[in-house]
């Protein structure tokens, strides 16, 4: 009997290492599966994430029986986003379509109105039939204007006009705005000086012109007679900068957040021509060449407008 006892205790101590052993091997290959397993879900994730950022994403590539519930949405989550992307690109498609079709549309009517108010002005007219023909050629080119700027900020804004920004001479803008400019400033008697500038940034030639300009006239427009306007070019490092500076009436601080908005007029200047939307489009198109646009002004002391443009891409 005692040796029966002495026998069993040996017997189980070698049970319970052989249990050991199975559940540590058991929980190695667990382990093992389970890495394998979380490698897998993440490889073919990494492969839906991939598919879809390259713009080919389709669920029926994958065998959803072998993958995760987490997969599963992942598939459904990506195919709808890749309808989604779809059907915007449809949508500006279409957009595109309209814009084109609007200015196509309103081009011919609009030269002929212009033109054959140029006639009639060039006619001997009674002196009402003259005042109204000069308002209609005023309205007339006062349409034209709303419309080429809403065309061109409705292609910037939905990215069917893109801006292609190179390395240019500043010099260029330069000449051509004020080539442009003079005329409606020497109407005002107003002094235009524009400093000499041999420097290049990085911008859009075509557009960073139309968006200078856009300030100086605005500059012209309410500067009084016999003011000054001043352009200067100030280089930096990473930035170049055009300080566009009026002796005008001047922006009041609680307007100089809202002057950037479409359409927006200040009260002040109610009387003046203008529809509010060539400051709005000058700070679309530095804004999509990685500038901006900073703004220094008072009521009555003037302003000066600082455009900030790369100096390299």
Known sequence: ????????????????????????????????????????????????????????????????????????????????????????????????????????????????????????????????????????????????????????????????????????KIRSILDEVESQIRPLSAAKDIELFITSASETAYFDSKWTTEAIYNIVDNAVKYTQKGGKISITVIPYEIFLRIDITDTGIGIPEEEQSKIFQRFYRSPAVGDTEGIGIGLYLSRQIINGESGYIKVVSGREKGTTFSVFLLRKP
């Open 1 to 168: 009997m005692g040796g029966e006892g002495r026998m069993k205790i040996p017997d189980l101590s070698m049970l319970m290492l052989i249990l050991a052993v199975i559940t540590v091997t058991t929980a190695v290959f667990g382990i093992i599966s389970n890495r394998r397993n979380t490698r897998r879900m993440l490889t073919t994730m990494n492969e839906m994430l991939n598919m879809a950022v390259r713009g080919n994403f389709s669920d029926k590539v994958f065998d959803e029986s072998l993958l995760s519930a987490v997969e599963t949405k992942l598939a459904h989550f990506l195919s709808a986003s890749a309808i989604s992307a779809k059907n915007v690109s449809d949508e500006k498609e279409k957009i595109k379509e309209l814009i084109s079709d609007i200015s196509h549309q309103t081009k011919t009517p609009l030269a002929n109105i212009l033109l054959y108010s140029q006639l009639l002005s060039e006619q001997k007219l009674p002196e009402e039939s003259d005042t109204c023909v000069r308002a209609l050629s005023q309205q007339a080119e006062k349409l034209h204007f709303l419309i080429g700027s809403l065309v061109k900020t409705s292609r910037l804004e939905t990215g069917i006009l893109a801006l292609h920004p190179g390395q240019n």
